[in-house]
């Protein structure tokens, strides 16, 4: 738009004519010049438009900066939870394994064998609930670069 806003823009007049039969020609040009005529406030707020608009595109690439590594610490995050809830799962089914080896060897009690399996189905369950929590994170990641890329398209 700024290009398209001149600094000055004079009237200008251009007519002519003509008469017929016995030729008689004519034309006129006239250029009025006036101080309403210089554009300098329509430019200038053309200009203070797009560096407002600047400021807007600076202040949200720093803000999707911001929020893309905030989604990547999560991401680690998240990623940290799942291989403890794989290691967690791991022990209890080491545990459980002990367990029903010493109970079918009459060493281990119902109670200690049903406390071993509800460890085992709460590590199976935390390992399920982090998996989802690393998904839906992997997820969000994704969408927002998406939403990223498609976004400064229309900057560049």
């Not at 929020?67 to 990623?79: F, G, N, P, T, W």
């Not at 940290?80 to 791991?90: E, F, V």
């Not at 089914?93 to 080896?101: A, G, Q």
Request: hydrophobic share 35%; proline share 3%; aromatic share 10%.
């Amino acid at each position: 738009r700024l290009d398209e806003t001149p600094l000055f823009d004079p009237d200008i007049s251009i007519s002519a004519s003509s008469n017929l039969p016995f030729t008689s020609v004519s034309g006129s040009v006239s250029i009025t010049l006036s101080p309403d005529h210089w554009r300098r406030e329509d430019r200038d707020d053309i200009i203070e438009l797009i560096d407002e608009k600047q400021a807007e595109i600076d202040l949200e690439s720093k803000l999707m900066e911001y929020e893309l590594d905030m989604l990547r610490k999560r991401i680690a995050s998240v990623e940290k939870n799942y291989h403890a809830s794989i290691a967690a799962l791991t022990n209890a089914k080491i545990s459980y394994d002990e367990t029903l080896f010493y109970y079918n060897n009459d060493e281990r009690t119902d109670l200690e064998l049903e406390e071993a399996t509800i460890n085992l189905n709460a590590a199976e369950i935390n390992r399920y609930g982090s998996a989802v929590d690393l998904l839906e994170t992997y997820g969000e990641y994704i969408e927002y670069l998406d939403i990223a890329r498609w976004s400064t398209q229309f900057i560049s």
